[in-house]
């Protein structure tokens, strides 16, 4: 792997002006920005509408900016969002003579300095979620494969069943490109095929989320890239990692392969705060919505409630597809990371009421912004040939149904909950905050409590059990969660320090919090700080071998998953 070098940022300016005198003391709230006017006429601060967390526009309510995407609130006195440790960056200015504001505003592209012409030939195959094989001169690259069993502890399962030479196509990839923590992204049981020196490529996040989990599963050839450094993976194949531009540790990738340029978003919020490559010649984004527990999984809202941020959520999704098509003009958009599917009995509830976008949602919407449309099959080869669109229809076999059961009957027997063992790990875990945790151990459909609660003060570092009638649901000057969790699930991430959104993000929990706003550092910690102990367990819940058995010639190749 060769470093080339990193993008040019392609800049258009226009300079905005507006006169002071305009402007009334406090909030003024402009078309594309906020100024807030000291009680002396002075400039407090000019930010702009942008909401860091998707890339929305904020809306002004009272003393709070609230973007409408996700309701994420932005405090006008201190510029920070209540639901996030985010603060809004405050753009420069100049004031001149005649008291005139003179504000920079610039439209951000990335151009590739080195993509040449379009010239020879790349093969793009869809298998699965977020999993796309990608050749081109021989070299090979698969993204985030996830091609069976559970993700998300047992909450998220593979919408259709993948195409058995999937695994095939795995197995002999040159390169294996994981996005993120997220075990949709970087899926254990997945990636247990591999031999452990395949070459991996991460983003280099600074919490090195990525990395310590890969590490714990004994993959040694892992090389994080720098976030915009273009670099070269074989003969004219050219590949960087872009960086969420929300707080989460997320990321995307471009590929440029014969002169044609890919971008593949993933489920990024905000990517690279929308300053991407133009005139691509295929999109990829997530469309479906539905990736998560909020907010089925909130006991602080009515039905009614959720089903309207339910539809709020998904109309967010589509929000977000559009503002990528305005930010690269694609050729061609295809939507992908968003097959999975609630398929356990156990979760019937979540089944019925969390509503997902479709594929097809998106087709009129690609075409209105002069992208052609590609449906995600995973029969189909699509091909970019000296820069012209060819697909053709392969024959494929999928891989089995699989058994539901079979890994809710193991986590079961794998993990009992142990209330000491939960103590430790808190008490151990370095997180410091006014924040109160609650851990309300539960029957499947939390109705029943089975065990000791668990009482964790983040502020005191006090951790202790504790009976019914002493849960606590607020305190002043704290945050507070009471989390019924399925307790051998919960165990399972304790005992191997996994991401705690591995369970929230899996309708594993209900959770009751006050005020009721996202614990943003508190989930932050624990999802991509605190994770990856030496002692990972996981090796004897992986499902792999139910796939394997399908085909003799997988177990013979990788015994050392049948162990």
């Known amino acids: ?35 807030k006017i000291n009680q002396d006429n002075s400039i407090d601060y000019i930010i702009d509408k942008i909401c860091d967390h998707a890339g929305g526009k904020l809306i002004l309510k009272d003393s709070m900016a609230v973007c409408p995407m996700h309701e994420w609130k932005l405090n006008l006195n201190t510029l920070q969002y209540n639901n996030s440790h985010e603060c809004k960056r405050k753009l420069d200015y100049v004031l001149d003579d005649s008291e005139t504001i003179h504000i920079e505003d610039t439209d951000n592209h990335l151009v590739n300095p ?48 993948s195409p058995k030479e999937g695994i095939e196509l795995l197995k002999n990839a040159d390169y294996v490109y994981v996005s993120h923590n997220h075990p949709d992204h970087l899926h254990a ?27 714990k599963l004994h993959f040694t050839n892992i090389t994080p890239l720098n976030f915009n450094d273009i670099f070269e993976i074989g003969p004219n194949i050219q590949v960087s990692i872009l960086k969420s531009g929300d707080f989460r540790d997320d990321s995307g990738l471009y590929v440029c392969a014969n002169g044609h340029e890919f971008l593949f978003a993933v489920d990024c919020n905000f990517l690279n705060h929308h300053v991407l490559p133009q005139n691509i010649d295929l999109l990829l984004t997530a469309f479906a919505g539905g990736a998560s527990g909020f907010p089925l999984c909130f006991d602080n809202y009515t039905e009614a409630e ?66 052609g449309f590609i449906a995600p099959c995973s029969n189909q080869i699509v091909s970019f040939t000296d820069g012209i669109l060819s697909i053709r229809e392969v024959e494929t076999e999928l891989l089995n149904e699989e058994d539901f059961n079979f890994y809710i009957t193991t986590l079961k027997a794998e993990f009992s909950y142990e209330p000491g063992k939960i103590i430790d790990y808190l008490a151990n875990s370095g997180f410091v905050d006014n924040q109160i945790v609650q851990i309300i151990p539960t029957d499947d459909n939390f109705d029943q409590i089975v065990g000791e609660i668990v009482y964790a003060d983040f502020k005191k570092q006090e951790f202790k059990t504790i009976t019914r009638d002493a ?6 000057g704290y945050r507070v969660m009471q989390l019924k969790v399925r307790p051998e699930v919960f165990m399972c991430v304790i005992t191997n320090s996994l991401p705690w959104e591995d369970f929230s993000i899996g309708f594993q929990m209900r959770i009751k919090r006050s005020p009721n706003e996202y614990e943003s550092k508190f ?27 399908q085909n003799p010639i997988w177990a013979t190749s990788y015994p050392s998953i049948l162990s």
């Open 471 to 476: 849960l606590t649901e607020h305190k002043e």
């Open 1 to 35: 792997m060769n470093r080339l070098g990193s993008f040019e940022v392609h800049s258009v300016k226009k300079t905005r002006e507006i006169k002071l005198k305009d402007l009334k003391s406090g909030i003024n709230d402009l078309n594309n920005y906020i100024i």
């Open 114 to 161: 080195y993509k040449g012409n379009k010239k020879g030939a790349v093969n793009l195959r869809w298998l699965n979620h977020a999993t796309v094989h990608v050749e081109c001169n021989g070299v090979t690259l698969i993204t985030d494969p996830w091609l069976f069993g559970p993700a998300f502890m047992t909450g998220w399962w593979l919408a259709t069943p």
């Open 189 to 215: 049981e997945t990636l247990a095929l591999l031999p452990k020196d395949k070459k991996i490529i991460i983003p280099d996040f600074k919490s090195k989320s990525c990395e310590k989990y890969l590490r």
């Open 523 to 549: 989930w932050y910690h624990f999802t991509n700080i605190y994770i990856g102990k030496e002692n990972f367990r996981y090796s004897s819940f992986c499902g792999a071998c139910t796939v394997v058995n």
């Open 306 to 371: 959720k089903e309207a941020i339910l539809h709020r959520n998904t109309s967010a999704v589509k929000l977000s597809v559009i503002n990528y098509l305005k930010a690269t003009y694609p050729r061609y958009y295809l939507p992908y990371a968003g097959m999975f599917k609630e398929k356990s009995s156990r979760d019937a509830f979540i089944l019925s009421n969390n509503k997902k976008n479709s594929p097809q949602h998106f087709e009129s919407v690609a075409e209105k912004f002069g992208a």
